[in-house]
């Protein structure tokens, strides 16, 4: 059984940061593309940010582009989400995905089909 753990949630105010990690166990996943997606109350799962495998390849949202980065290392088999200048809005639970394959579509309009998931971590920012 192959589990991601997310950890680095919690309580920010505005204008702050987190950093948000995913370390994944059962096996290696130095070859599986890594991401981010987040869901709000009363909206659906969106997507936020995916890593390929090597880190040369990355995608980003608009709504999180140069506020967000992203990045792994593959020999603690973890990915991060640096969070700068939060919002309000980006208040939800975060889960972490991953997937053998970064194909774009899959990632951002496909998600139900990737193979594993985090069980989410809350991020609460304030005002």
């Known amino acids: 059984q192959v589990q991601l753990v997310e950890s680095g949630g919690g309580l920010v105010q505005a204008g702050g940061a987190l950093r948000l990690s995913c370390a994944a166990s059962?096996?290696?996943?130095?070859?599986?593309?890594m991401g981010w997606f987040r869901q709000a109350p009363g909206k659906e799962r969106e997507f936020v940010a995916v890593?390929?495998?090597?880190?040369?390849?990355?995608y980003y949202a608009d709504s999180v582009k140069g506020r967000f980065t992203i990045s792994r290392d593959n020999a603690k088999n973890t990915v991060y989400l640096q969070m700068n200048s939060l919002k309000p809005e980006d208040t939800a639970v975060y889960y972490c995905?991953?997937?053998?394959?970064?194909?774009?579509?899959?990632?951002?309009?496909?998600?139900?089909?990737?193979?594993?998931w985090g069980q989410g971590t809350q991020v609460t920012v304030s005002s």
């Open positions: 995905a991953a997937h053998q394959d970064l194909l774009v579509r899959l990632w951002m309009s496909n998600s139900r089909l990737l193979r594993y």
């Open positions: 059962g096996r290696t996943f130095s070859n599986y593309a």
């Open positions: 890593i390929s495998w090597s880190g040369g390849s990355t």
